[in-house]
C-alpha cells in the first residue's frame, strides 16, 4: 500500500489543523492506521493508531486533543488536531500494517509508510 499525507502546515498555539493520508494499493480495510511523529533531534513516536475495526489508541500527550479516523471507502486516515502546543511541531507520517493490539503504537510494527507533512506550531 502507498501512502502520502497532507495538511501539514503552521499554525499558532491552540490552533487546529487536520491532516489526511491517501492510500493507494492493497486491501485498506484490512490495515491498522496510524500517525507519528518526529520532531528534530528526537525519536520518532507515536501519535494515534486505528484499527480495521475502528479501535482506537492515542498517546498520552495528544489523549482529548486529537482524534484519528478513517474512511474505507475513500481509502482515507484523518488526523484533527486541535488545541495545538509547540511541542506538537513535528514531522508527521502516516503508516499502514497489521500490528498486534499491544504494538498499535509501535512503528517498527509498521511496513508501510508516507513521505511525512510538517507541523509547526508558533507561539
Known amino acids: 500500500v502507498q501512502l502520502q499525507a497532507s495538511g501539514g502546515g503552521l499554525v499558532q498555539v491552540g490552533g487546529s489543523l487536520r491532516l489526511s493520508c491517501a492510500a493507494s494499493?492493497?486491501?485498506?480495510?484490512?490495515?491498522?492506521m496510524a500517525w507519528f511523529r518526529q520532531a528534530p533531534g528526537k525519536e520518532r513516536e507515536s501519535v494515534a493508531a486505528?484499527?480495521?475495526?475502528?479501535?482506537?489508541y492515542y498517546a498520552d500527550s495528544v489523549e482529548g486533543r486529537f482524534t484519528i479516523s478513517r474512511d474505507n471507502a475513500e481509502k482515507m486516515v484523518y488526523l484533527r488536531m486541535n488545541s495545538l502546543k509547540s511541542e506538537d511541531t513535528a514531522v508527521y507520517y502516516c503508516?499502514?500494517?497489521?500490528?498486534?493490539?499491544?504494538?498499535?503504537?509501535?512503528?517498527?510494527?509498521?511496513?508501510?509508510w508516507g513521505q511525512g507533512t510538517e507541523v509547526t506550531v508558533s507561539s
Open positions: 486505528i484499527r480495521w475495526n475502528g479501535y482506537k
Open positions: 503508516a499502514a500494517g497489521q500490528p498486534i493490539l499491544s504494538s498499535l503504537g509501535t512503528w517498527r510494527a509498521y511496513p508501510n
Open positions: 494499493g492493497g486491501t485498506f480495510s484490512r490495515y491498522s
